[in-house]
């Protein structure tokens, strides 16, 4: 029965699709089917298909298990899914979850660790994946979750959490000693979360973004200045940190050719060019590790307690200007991929999809 339906991007080409149909999954002892609800994508979706290889992205939600041949991936998604048929104690029908999820109508999952926050999901083929991604919240569980907040978690969760994580790593090594904070793809969500994070900290916080993207990134009043990429000769040769979203190897490029050793430090964040550059970076940033510093600093209360305070301050502010753009059904998915892929989204929307 074709009641279920899998997206699917060709790996070695990120602009071919497909929507497939096919039939909703059975389970077996042990396991548990979400039905996928509501999810969003930004750019960071399409970096997950960018380092799809190289970072294992592809294996969270395998084609195979749809039918799909290998030249297929699923970019994975955040958002929320309900249970729907479940095995397992403690993982009841109705109830919403919020984590990563393929582009599908259902996953299958098989709950593990389960108590009042949520589960794990123990699949075999995820044991070896990076163990954050395998983690499912349930809503009634969660501090953060507020009803009619669902669409800036949606959005917003996984990147404020990278924003966070960032900004603290810097504050904690008191801004690497330099005197501004650089920040390329200034517009989007990530280099913006962590912008206001850094606010008032000390650094002079400088945004580099595409002149088509100037007004708004000024706008958000969070950078002490915002110049475009072209304009890079102009800013000022103080002892600068780097802080890469952009990934643009140009702009790397004219960056040390600008400020030479008043460069102090060189962080790969991001890629929203889709070109994978962190080898051309002087260091990987890489959430789990402040985080892991973090919990053994301030330990696992302290942590979720500052990042729940800053999650509040961040989206008492972003609620007031972005804008959410809900599509409804796969064609919607399908499109909003085009749109994110090709750059086409203005940085004030969120696309957000009701499946
Ligand atoms: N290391 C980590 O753990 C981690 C965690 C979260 C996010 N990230 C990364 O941070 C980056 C930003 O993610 P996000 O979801 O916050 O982005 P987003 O809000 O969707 O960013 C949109 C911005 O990215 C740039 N952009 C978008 N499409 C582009 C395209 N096709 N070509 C060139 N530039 C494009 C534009 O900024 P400008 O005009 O300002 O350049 C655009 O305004 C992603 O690469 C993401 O993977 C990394």
Redesign the pocket.
């Known amino acids: 029965m074709a009641d279920s339906w899998t997206f699917a991007v060709a790996r070695d080409d990120l602009g071919r699709s497909t929507l497939v149909d096919g039939a909703t999954p059975e389970v077996v002892d042990g396991e548990a089917l979400l039905r996928v609800d509501r999810v969003g994508?930004?750019?960071?979706?399409?970096?997950?298909a960018?380092?799809g290889d190289a970072m294992r992205y592809w294996e969270f939600f395998p084609p195979a298990a749809r039918g799909l041949g290998p030249q297929w991936g699923l970019p994975p998604l955040w958002g929320f899914a309900e249970v729907v048929a479940s095995t397992v104690a403690g993982v009841e029908v109705g109830q919403r979850v919020y984590g990563y999820l393929p582009p599908a109508g259902h996953l299958v999952v098989r709950p593990d660790r389960v108590d009042a926050s949520g589960f794990r999901d123990a699949s075999p083929h995820r044991a070896e994946l990076p163990s954050p991604y395998n983690a499912y919240r349930s809503t009634t569980g969660d501090p953060a979750y507020q009803a009619d907040h669902e669409d800036l978690l949606i959005?917003f969760r996984?990147?404020f959490?990278?924003?966070f994580?960032?900004a603290d790593q810097v504050v904690d090594n008191g801004f690497y000693g330099a005197e501004a904070l650089l920040m390329?793809?200034?517009?989007?969500?990530?280099?913006?979360?962590a912008a206001f994070e850094l606010r008032g900290r000390g650094p002079r916080l400088v945004?580099?973004?595409?002149p088509?993207?100037l007004a708004?990134?000024r706008s958000l009043g969070c950078y002490d200045e915002v110049v475009p990429?072209d304009d890079i000769s102009a800013l000022d040769t103080i002892p600068t940190v780097y802080l890469d979203?952009?990934?643009?190897p140009s702009t790397r490029a004219a960056l040390r050719q600008h400020l030479g050793d008043r460069l102090v430090r060189d962080i790969?964040?991001?890629?929203?060019?889709?070109t994978p550059n962190a080898d051309a970076a002087e260091e990987?940033?890489?959430?789990p590790v402040q985080m892991r510093k973090r919990g053994q600093d301030w330990g696992r209360e302290g942590l979720d307690q500052r990042f729940t305070e800053a999650w509040q301050r961040f989206t008492a502010v972003v609620s007031g200007w972005l804008d959410v753009q809900v599509g409804v059904g796969p064609e919607a998915l399908q499109q909003a991929w085009a749109d994110?892929?090709?750059?086409?989204?203005?940085?004030r929307v969120?696309h957000v999809v009701q499946l």
């Open positions: 994508l930004t750019a960071n979706n399409v970096t997950y960018v380092l959005l996984p990147l959490f990278t924003s994580m960032l390329s793809s200034a517009s989007s969500k990530t280099a913006y979360a945004g580099l973004t595409s088509g993207n708004f990134t990429y979203l952009s990934g643009t790969a964040v991001g890629l929203t060019n889709q990987v940033f890489f959430a994110v892929l090709a750059g086409r989204t203005p940085p969120g």
